[in-house]
C-alpha cells in the first residue's frame, strides 16, 4: 500500500458526499452516548453476577450456621435473605432483560437507523476524521490511517 494510501482513511471511515460536518458530530454523540450505555449494561451484568455470588455465600453462610447449632439464626438469614427479590417482583436477570427490552435495544437500533440514513452505514466518522487530524504532517508507520 502507498504512503498516499495509507495517509486516507479506508472507504468504510470516509465521509460520504453531502454530509455536514454537523451531522458527522451529532452521530459522534449518539455513539459516544451509546458507548457509554454499553458501560452501563456491563455495570449492570457485573451487579448481576456479584448478587448472584452473594447469595451463594449466603447459602453458605445458612450451612454454616445450623452446623455450628444457630438453627434459628439460620432459618431468619435464610427466610429473609437468601434469593430474595433485589427489588419487589425482580431478580437481577429480570432487570437485566427488562434493561434491553426497554433501553438497550432500542437505542442500539435507532443509533444504526441514523448511521444507515446520515452517513450511508459509514460508523465512527468523528473518530476517523479525528484520528486523521491528530495524526503528524505525513504521518509514520506508528499513525497510518488503516491496517497494512
Known amino acids: ?8 482513511p479506508d472507504t468504510s471511515h470516509q465521509r460520504p458526499e453531502g454530509v455536514s460536518d454537523k ?3 451529532a452521530l459522534g454523540a449518539l455513539s459516544k452516548a451509546l458507548e457509554t450505555t454499553e458501560r452501563a449494561r456491563g455495570a449492570l451484568y ?6 448472584g455470588s452473594a447469595d451463594f455465600a449466603v447459602g453458605d453462610a445458612v450451612r454454616l450456621l445450623r452446623e455450628a447449632g ?3 439464626d439460620a432459618e431468619l438469614v435464610e427466610r429473609e435473605i437468601l434469593g430474595r427479590n433485589v427489588i ?4 437481577t436477570f429480570q432487570l437485566i ?14 443509533e444504526q437507523q441514523l448511521v444507515h440514513r446520515l452517513a450511508q452505514g459509514r460508523d465512527h466518522l468523528y473518530e476517523a476524521e479525528m484520528k486523521g487530524a491528530r495524526r503528524p504532517l505525513g504521518g509514520t508507520p506508528r499513525t497510518t490511517m488503516r491496517p497494512d
Open 1 to 8: 500500500m502507498s504512503d498516499e494510501q495509507n495517509s486516507r
Open 23 to 25: 451531522t458527522v458530530e
Open 46 to 51: 457485573e451487579f448481576h453476577q456479584l448478587t
Open 70 to 72: 444457630h438453627d434459628q
Open 88 to 91: 419487589p417482583g425482580h431478580w
Open 97 to 110: 432483560e427488562t434493561y434491553n427490552q426497554t433501553y438497550y435495544r432500542p437505542f442500539t437500533d435507532i
